[in-house]
RNA sequence: CAUUAAUGG
């Protein structure tokens, strides 16, 4: 059972709906971790009543088969029917469902909600901390950003990238390629990262400071080859600095990907 | 073996 459900969690993941439901209907058996995949890929094509449907058919219902419902609401644009679940129906919550929320609410513009259950969660990890610290940074409040990167016991690729992206998505292109400077001393950056610092170099206009950061995607680190993000920013870069005929050529050579 | 946080066009 276990290998099947891997199985059709991979299908799930490439968001191949057809052979998920046709493999899932092959299976033998199935258990809560076969209806959670199910759940959340009814969710990720858009069909809640299928993905509510999976809830209720499901014997038991396990806190992750709950959270997976809350992502579907979410997700779908159901807002209000996850928040009723969550302060009413749910009468055990964990952190995973309440960072689920916080970011839902940071998503659709209520930051001060975010902040509010945040400040009543009973335990907060570091997914709390860098989904409150992306809530700020959305509505513009670096200042704030800053001070819960600075309050959180701990960090990690996500935070530092969280924050790299506050300062790229707010202008702050400067503060954001000397942040990168600063993570590189405690922390290996990842694809992410560089997907930020390219961003904010393609934004100061200057392209010669960009394609060192490119360069050293493939040099410097070990990170599979540039990925499409990346040649996104290059080309954005080389574009924006007048150089039209080299962006092209980027393009040309740039590996395809779904 | 399942659910939550970061990134460009």
Redesign the pocket.
Known sequence: ??S???I??MYSKQQCFELVKKFFETMPLH???????M??TYSQAGDVEAARFVLDSTKEH???????M??AYIQNGHLSEATKIFSSTLREK???????M??AY??SGHVDQAQKLFNEMPVR???????M??AY??VGRLEEAQRIFHSMPKH????W??????Y??NGQSIKCIEFFHEMGIVESP????F??V??SC?HTGDMRRGLPYFLSITLDYAIDCP???H???M??LLARGGYLEDAKDLLSFMPFAP
């Open positions: 059972l276990i099947w459900n891997i059709l969690h258990n809560a971790i076969s209806m959670t995949i759940l959340m396990n806190l992750t088969l709950w959270n997976a809350l992502i964990d952190t995973s469902s309440s960072n689920t916080v970011t940071a998503q990890d570091i997914v709390s901390w860098t989904a610290l992306s940074a959305q990690n690729s996500f935070t990238t969280a924050m790299l992206a506050a790229a998505q990842n694809d992410v990262c997907t930020c390219l961003q393609s990925k499409k993000q040649f996104s920013c080309i954005d």
